[in-house]
């Protein structure tokens, strides 16, 4: 590996201002052939800006400094010309189109045709060479909508190939990726790697960089900080990743916290939930689960498990049909049917895809703050305008959202600040149990510290929070009390003290025994 | 919608201070350039009128026609903002509104109730169409394109089953409601009316009144407001429009028209409404993100349920002055009404993709369509043109904002 010694891409001096700030300062970037380069950095610190300017998305013209791929200078002004050259990129957001087939998708915009018209027989038989090489068992036929997203994600790495791909670069590839599909991509950039590709991979994952990185670039407030040698005479830590990142020792990723529990708040017995569509399916099958007063419990779980289904199922049934079983407050049954009456009785529920279910990224940060629970400004149904300002900058400052006021649209917010919004909308509802899904998905270490931090907190107010993670250690950190499900149903629970990240990984991978319904 | 350009802070840089002033005055107008760039456009386009047809643009009796005939736009536009910002269309109101206007004639002519009458249950009949086409959108979810194309058709088709022909007669206090002006009870300052400049001056002291209340709040609370020269500039603007409007509807002939205050007052309790009041707030959450509003506990089919009730209620209430209007029930009434009101709010600024979009927004937009129609007209323009410019203005406000916004990002 990388016997020619001189760097495949050098990006030097690379500066990128927006109106007002400047998001990239004189960045320098040297990824050797054949390598896989990881990029570091929290969000925002400018990974994704970097890796536009070098794709053409920021033409040349709009940024200082040089490229230099393969020892020429290069002057990409779009996406087509970096392509045209070898080098493509991967977005964390999927550009597939669901309704094409695989090989459609392969093909766009690059389409296997002669005067216009399609060659099918060429079209299907190159995919599926494609398909081969990336390990993908499907035919090319199938449609997009019809593959999960980790296959998904083999579909867009062949589309690359596809193009002759020199240098693939990918923006987060796994951050949705479950375990194994992670795996599998993480071998496939290693395979490329032997066939002498280049990578650069973005990432979160600090243990996937250790795994897999050659060299790694750590990025910070827009500025290259250092670049690590994964295989020099000293070993990598994942702690040594983030010191670069955050400039500072995180000594502790979670925050240590002494929880003070008290009554039973919320408590579930034989709860069954059947698909919404499909009715035959049980997707959570006879769980019983409780949460006290100050505890942090949290529900392990692969994809799949049923996890967020059950959550969402007792959040006044925002899934699932055929709901059975018996839901208790503080020892009483209730039954909540909608999700107005589930925030009514105090549950509030932050889900795992912010953007998609949980804010409206084109409102304001205090209109997204008051949304769950107007009624708490309102009297006779009108707003109190100026109450909404006071409170939800007070929930700004509690939360330590970043930005200038509360006026600020969350769609320009970083991912960790529009997370805050997200708990800060929830506080507001004043609720008792909290059910917060993926609290941390796609949000940098320094503000998941943070985060943990606030959930602390609240656990400490006496609310009874509710965790679902798929990062273990983050389970193992911050709980109290683990609950692992498997195929629908609660495999087993573990205090803090006793669980590990093999014992619960134990429970999550349980097969359905025997007697089921 | 503010544009803030809050890019994300680079995190070793300690919070910038809290300016109290909200920004410099130049960074406050490029937020707002949507807003006052419809506002500048409505104003370049009277100039240039008051230039090609000899100040006849701006005589006082144009202005308080061009409120009279455009007071259906204005009406139906309030409510075509609701239904586009919450993600839907209404391509029914053309014909709810001929049909309605036919059973208001109707109730007058052959059932021979007395007017007021005849308006409350043709308002209440409006309603009940925005229930039909509400429980298919919101209930069984159909999309509101299907619905209200289908409305289209049905109420056109009813309209002209309740009127075979066209029913005229109608009682004077009926017709005065469109063509009528408030009475010159408090009698003439030299040749202005009384009535209209009390009217001008109690709007503008009111609304002063209540920017400096709201501002001075914010104030005392510290927290953000917009600079002081664009709070005064805005407040110099408000009173040389109201102004100048009082001035010219006070020297016109009638002087105030009826429907400018029914037409002010929609304004005021809409404007509150998608302001200040849950409702409003939800129609406004489900536009933007409608999962996400589902999942804050928004009755979602009851929110567009009420939606489309209250653009049947103001259907009704354009059925009654169209009908007034023209003096008559006309069964070909209201035709191409649902394209202008949907021009105008979208030459407003209402959003394409629902979640944004103001009711003062649509009214400008229904003001520029009117200037357009009205001037064009003086000048003698073939209506033909006058279709081809309207059109390209409809495509070029909203092209304006799609660049505008692009930019912005």
Same mark, same amino acid.
């Given at each position: 590996m990388a016997n020619d010694t001189t760097p495949i891409l050098e990006m030097r001096g690379i500066t990128k201002t927006f109106p007002g700030v400047k998001a990239l300062s004189d960045v320098t970037l040297s990824v050797s052939r054949g390598e896989v380069h990881a990029i570091c950095g929290e969000n925002g610190a400018g990974k994704s800006t970097l890796m536009k300017v070098l794709s053409g998305v920021?033409?040349?013209?709009?940024y200082e400094g040089d490229i230099v791929f393969e020892g020429e200078t290069c002057r990409f002004r779009t996406v087509r010309d970096s392509e045209e050259r070898g080098i493509v990129i991967i977005h964390q957001e999927l550009a597939l189109s669901p309704y094409l087939s695989i090989a459609e998708n392969i093909f766009l915009g690059n389409e296997r045709a002669r005067g216009g018209v399609i060659n099918w027989a060429q079209t299907n038989k190159q995919a599926a060479d494609l398909l081969a090489r990336v390990g993908l068992s499907e035919s090319p036929d199938t449609k997009i909508e019809d593959i999960g997203v980790g296959k998904q994600q083999l579909v867009e790495i062949a589309k690359a190939l596809s193009k002759k791909v020199k240098l693939l670069i990918l923006d987060e590839p796994t951050a949705a990726l479950n375990d194994e599909d992670s795996a599998h991509l993480l071998d496939l950039i290693r395979h490329l790697k032997g066939q002498g590709i280049t990578s650069i991979i973005i990432s979160h994952k600090l243990n996937e960089i250790a795994a897999i990185a050659d060299s790694t670039t750590i990025i910070r407030d827009g500025h290259s900080i250092e670049t690590l040698d994964m295989h020099g005479a000293e070993p990598v830590t994942e702690d040594r990743i983030i010191r670069g990142m955050v400039g500072r020792d995180l000594e502790n990723r979670f925050p240590s916290h002494e929880p003070t529990i008290g009554d039973e708040v919320l408590r579930i017995a034989n709860w069954t939930v059947h698909h919404p569509t499909d009715h035959s399916r049980v997707v959570v099958d006879r769980a019983d689960l409780d949460v006290r007063a100050g505890e942090i419990v949290g529900i392990a779980g692969l994809m799949g498990a049923g996890r967020t289904e059950l959550a969402m199922s007792i959040f006044g049934r925002s899934y699932g049909s055929g709901i059975s079983g018996q839901l208790f407050l503080h020892g009483k049954p209730v039954t909540l049917k909608t999700v107005d009456a589930a925030i009514e009785h105090g549950i509030a529920y932050a889900t795992e895809d912010r953007k998609h279910y949980g804010l409206?990224? &084109?409102?304001d940060i205090k209109r997204n703050t008051s949304a769950a629970k107007l009624k708490r400004i309102t009297k006779g149904g009108v707003v109190d305008a100026a109450r909404e300002v006071i409170m939800a900058e007070q929930y700004r400052k509690d939360m330590k959202t970043k930005a200038n006021s509360v006026d600020v649209v969350v769609g320009k917010l970083s991912g960790g600040n529009q997370q805050k919004v997200v708990l800060a909308k929830w506080l507001f509802a004043e609720p008792e149990v909290l059910i917060l899904d993926e609290?941390?998905?796609? &949000?940098d270490v320094g503000a998941k510290y943070e985060i943990y931090e606030i959930i602390n907190k609240l656990a400490d107010a006496g609310k009874a929070v509710i965790v679902i993670s798929s990062e273990l250690p983050e389970l193992l950190g911050i709980c109290d009390r683990i609950y692992a499900m498997s195929q629908g149903r609660i495999t087993g629970q573990l205090p803090r003290a006793e669980a590990s990240q093999e014992s619960l990984m134990r429970y999550m991978t349980m097969e359905k025994s025997g007697a089921t319904r | 919608m503010s544009a803030t350009t809050t890019l994300e802070q680079p995190k070793a840089q300690p919070e910038p201070p809290r300016k109290?002033?909200?920004?410099?005055l130049k960074a406050y107008l490029g937020q707002n350039i949507q807003q006052y760039g419809m506002i500048a456009a409505l104003l370049v386009i009277i100039a240039i009128f008051q230039v090609t047809t000899d100040g006849l643009m701006l005589n006082p009796d144009n202005i308080a026609a061009l409120i009279q005939q455009n007071a259906y736009v204005f009406i139906l536009a309030i409510g075509m903002v609701m239904v586009i910002v919450a993600g839907h269309i209404d391509l029914s109101v053309g014909s709810v509104v001929a049909f309605v206007g036919g059973i208001c004639a109707i109730l007058m002519t052959d059932f021979e109730l007395s007017w007021p009458v005849a308006v409350a249950i043709s308002i209440a009949i409006g309603g009940l169409v925005g229930c039909w086409q509400g429980f298919w959108v919101a209930?069984?979810?159909?999309?509101a394109f299907i619905v209200t194309l289908g409305g289209m058709l049905l109420f056109r088709g009813l309209a002209i089953v309740v009127l075979d022909q066209t029913v005229a007669g109608l009682p004077d206090g009926f017709k005065k409601i469109s063509n009528g002006s408030l009475s010159p009870v408090a009698g003439y300052l030299g040749n202005l009316d009384g009535i209209t400049v009390f009217i001008g001056v109690f709007a503008f002291v009111g609304l002063a009144v209540a920017q400096v209340r709201a501002r001075r709040e914010l104030n005392k609370l510290e927290l953000h407001t917009e600079p002081f020269a664009a709070f005064v500039g805005k407040l110099v603007l408000a009173a040389l429009a109201i102004g100048a409007l009082t001035y010219l509807l006070a020297s016109s002939a009638g002087g105030t028209p009826i429907v400018l205050i029914i037409v002010g007052v929609l304004v005021l309790i809409y404007t509150f409404l998608m302001n200040n009041t849950i409702f409003g707030r939800h129609i406004y959450a489900m536009g933007g993100n409608l999962p996400a509003a589902m999942l804050s506990g928004v009755k979602t089919k009851r929110v567009n349920f009420l939606i489309f009730v209250n653009m049947g209620l103001l259907a009704g209430v354009a059925a009654v002055i169209t009908t007034s209007r023209a003096g008559a029930g006309i069964a070909a009434a209201g035709t191409n009404y649902e394209l202008d009101a949907i021009a105008a709010a979208f030459i407003g600024g209402t959003s394409v993709n629902g979640g944004i979009g103001k009711i003062t927004g649509a009214i400008i937009g229904a003001l520029i369509m009117g200037v357009l129609n009205m001037g064009l007209s003086i000048m003698g323009t073939d209506p033909a043109y006058q279709q081809v410019i309207k059109g390209l203005v409809l495509i070029a406000a909203v092209a304006l904002d799609i660049l505008n916004k692009r930019r912005g990002k």
């Open positions: 920021y033409g040349h013209g709009t409206n990224l &084109i409102e609290p941390t998905r796609g &949000i | 109290n002033d909200g920004g410099s209930y069984v979810g159909i999309p």
